[in-house]
Each structure stands twice: as C-alpha cells, then as structure tokens.
C-alpha cells in the first residue's frame, strides 16, 4: 500500500516541482525587470541633474562613473564570494542597496549625495544580477539556456520600460519623482525574499572542492586545462564585446540617427527604437530555447555571424527597410547572450556567480564604453558613419571557431 500511494503520488510531486521551478524563474524575471527599470532611471536623470544643480559635462561623467563602477566591476567579486559562501537572502538585500540609493536620489541637493546615491543604485545591481542568475540556474531544472533566457528578458524589459517611466513620470515631476520608484524596490525585496526561503531549503552544503583531474573525469565530466579555458573565457569577452558594441550603436544612438537621416520627430523614432527593443525580447527567449535543443556554439555562430549581412546592409535602406533590419538584426543578436552565459558556467563549474558576474558585469561596462566611443566617432566623422563602421565588429564572431567542445557534451560524428 505505501508503495501504490508513493508511486500514485510521484506525478503529482514531479508537477509540483516543475511549477515551483518556473514561479522562481518568472519571480527573478521580475525582479529583473524592476532593478533594470530603476537602474535605467539614473541616466534619465541627467539632464535634470546638469539643469538644477549647474554640473559640467564632466561631472555628468562621473556620476556615470560611480553608478558603472558598482554595478559592473563589483559583480565578479560578488560573484567569487557567493560561489565560496552561498547567501540565500543577499538579492533581498542588494535590492535594500537600492532603495537606499533612490531615496537618497530623490533628496540629493549637493553633488556628493548625487555621487553617493548613484554608486547605491548600482551596488544593488552588482549583488543582485550575480546571484540571480545562480538560482535561476539551480531552478533551470536541466533547461539552463531557457532559465536564462527568461531571466534576461525581464531585465530586456526594464530597460525599455525605464525611460518611457522617466518621460512620462522624472521629467515632468522632477527629482523628488524618484522616490515614487521606491515602491518598487520594495516589492522586488518582498518577491525576493520568497526566492530567499526557496533557495536556503534547495542549498546543498559546501563541499572543499577537489581539483583532480581524474575524480572530475571520473564524475563523467570533461575537464580543460586553466589555459584553454582562459583561451575559451577571452574568446566569449571579444564575442561579447562585438555584440554589446554593435547594440549600443542601435541602442543609444538609434534615434538620432533616424531624426538626422530620414527627418523624423521625436514620437516616430521612439516607436522605431521601441520595436528595436521588442526583437531584443523575442530573440533572447528564442536564442535560450534553441540552445538548449542545438548546443551553443552553433547559436553563437548564428547570432554573431547571421546579423552581419543585415547590419552591412541597414545604413543603405530607406526607412520602413531600416525599421526592418534593426528588428532582425536585435532579433539574431540577442539569442546570444544566454548562449554564452551558459557555455561559460559550463566551462567554469562551481563558478555559476563568478562567471555571472563577470559576463553581467562586462555587458554592462563594454555597452557603456562602447557608447562612449562610438559618440566621439559621431562627433567627428558624423552619426551616419557610425552605422557603416560598427557592423565589421561582428566579424569578431569568427573567434568561435576557435571555442572548445563543450565540457562534458557528446563528441559531434564523423
């Protein structure tokens, strides 16, 4: 009898755990999308930031400065910590980070407050991004690239939603609108903290990890040497960075460059940046469920390589074939992060936060440095030359070749 009532009651735990996995996934999916929503709203800040409190174009820089150095730099070290020592309620504190940083935002009347208030709000991203994606990966159930797919596009979302927010709600009220966005933070810190019981309940022990060679081949997992997987880490960065490069030239220069060319207003290049967004959306879900299916490497090789005829393409079509473009374009290019992602936790096993950090990290930073770069080349050679010159980034892609087998994956035929 307790035989039949364990194997009659086997399905229905089998569903119980599937539907816990996926409300943990979707819950750090939007948790994403509310810390990618507030971390938005700091650039959207600036104009009313540099308009009340007289700053320079300098100042402006190192607010940028401060807010990039805690929310991209630190995540690597947040990273290394957590994979040693597990903390199962640090999302729901790093987001506490946050609503430190928006209150003081709200309040800040002297430039070191701004400083302060900006270096909070990334603090507060840097233990969050790390850490979520190692319990998205522990609630994956088997289905990393999916796990991950899900949880960016939460964050895909906030971005976009975070300065349609800041238009409609910090530009007409002013910097004290900043506190309304506190309530958010609250609740991810709620959402959180959920996330936090589930994941102190699933935490195995820690265990000192051994590095034989032959115990982890034993274990039925391939090991590479430290160089190769140095050589395969540097290969994922250039990929990363020919990705991220070519995005923010869409991204943040995208509506100039529609307005310069084709003489459009505001409203209509808005709407062309917001369908930009969307194939951001679309093809980070799909590119995680293809991997998952196909293997990464070959995502990577589509998504890198497979938008470099578009992008050759875009900066000589008019403007419904430019609208076009930028959404196949967004499309192809998105599916790769979670690729990448998942192929360097799978690469670096027991360094799920390390790598998270590191990958979250430089796709903040590289964006960022990309974007600036990419202005002075506009300020000098004009916007239009922008988009002639950045496509050739993705060439970068052909480093893929050089990408180890995945460890512990079956060897290709022939």
């Given at each position: 009898?307790?035989?039949?009532?364990?194997?009659?009651?086997?399905?229905?735990?089998?569903?119980?755990?599937?539907g816990t996995t996926f409300a943990i996934i979707l819950s750090l999916s939007f948790c994403h999308l509310l810390n990618d929503m507030m971390q938005s709203l700091v650039p959207a800040l600036y104009p009313i930031l540099k308009?009340?409190?007289?700053?320079?174009?300098?100042?402006?820089?190192?607010?940028?400065?401060?807010?990039?150095?805690?929310?991209?730099?630190?995540?690597?070290?947040?990273?290394?910590?957590?994979?040693?020592?597990?903390?199962?309620?640090?999302?729901?504190?790093?987001?506490?980070?946050?609503?430190?940083?928006?209150?003081?935002?709200?309040?800040?009347?002297?430039?070191?407050?701004?400083?302060?208030?900006?270096?909070?709000?990334?603090?507060?991203?840097?233990?969050?991004?790390?850490?979520?994606?190692?319990?998205?990966?522990?609630?994956?159930?088997?289905?990393?690239?999916?796990?991950?797919?899900?949880?960016?596009?939460?964050?895909?979302?906030?971005?976009?939603?975070?300065?349609?927010?800041?238009?409609?709600?910090?530009?007409?009220?002013?910097?004290q609108s900043i506190v309304w966005f506190s309530a958010a933070a609250l609740v991810a810190m709620l959402v959180l903290f959920q996330v936090g019981a589930w994941y102190k309940a699933r935490r195995t022990p820690q265990k000192p990890v051994v590095r034989s060679k032959p115990a982890a081949a034993a274990g039925g997992v391939a090991t590479l040497s430290r160089r190769r997987v140095a050589l395969a880490v540097t290969i994922l960065v250039a990929l990363l960075f020919s990705k991220n490069v070519y995005s923010a030239s869409l991204g943040s220069y995208f509506t100039l460059y529609l307005m310069a060319k084709f003489s459009v207003d505001v409203q209509t290049a808005q709407l062309y940046l917001f369908a930009f967004l969307v194939g951001i959306v679309a093809g980070t879900v799909v590119g995680g469920l293809v991997g998952d299916k196909v293997g990464r490497i070959p995502v990577m090789w589509f998504s890198i390589l497979g938008a470099l005829p578009f992008a050759l393409m875009l900066p000589h079509a008019n403007l419904f074939w430019t609208g076009v473009l930028a959404v196949t374009v967004a499309m192809i290019m998105a599916s790769a992060f979670s690729a990448i992602l998942v192929y360097a936790q799978d690469l670096m096993p027991g360094r799920v936060g390390l790598v998270a950090g590191m990958f979250f990290g430089f796709s903040f930073g590289l964006g960022g440095l990309g974007a600036a770069a990419l202005g002075q080349l506009a300020d000098i050679?004009?916007?239009?030359?922008?988009?002639?010159?950045?496509?050739?980034?993705?060439?970068?892609?052909?480093?893929?070749?050089?990408?180890?087998?995945q460890p512990g994956a079956p060897k290709q035929p022939g």
């Open positions: 009898m307790t035989a039949d009532a364990a194997q009659a009651a086997a399905p229905a735990a089998a569903a119980s755990a599937t308009e009340s409190h007289g700053l320079s174009f300098g100042q402006i820089g190192f607010i940028t400065l401060a807010f990039q150095c805690t929310a991209s730099m630190l995540q690597p070290v947040v990273g290394l910590y957590t994979d040693k020592r597990p903390q199962p309620y640090s999302l729901m504190f790093g987001m506490g980070f946050t609503l430190v940083g928006l209150l003081l935002m709200s309040q800040a009347h002297s430039y070191a407050m701004i400083l302060l208030a900006s270096a909070l709000i990334g603090m507060g991203s840097s233990v969050f991004h790390p850490e979520a994606s190692r319990v998205a990966r522990m609630a994956a159930g088997g289905r990393y690239g999916l796990a991950q797919s899900l949880f960016q596009v939460g964050g895909n979302i906030g971005s976009a939603a975070g300065p349609l927010l800041a238009a409609f709600i910090v530009v007409p009220h002013g910097q050679a004009g916007i239009d030359a922008v988009y002639q010159a950045t496509p050739f980034l993705l060439l970068l892609g052909l480093l893929t070749a050089f990408l180890p087998r």
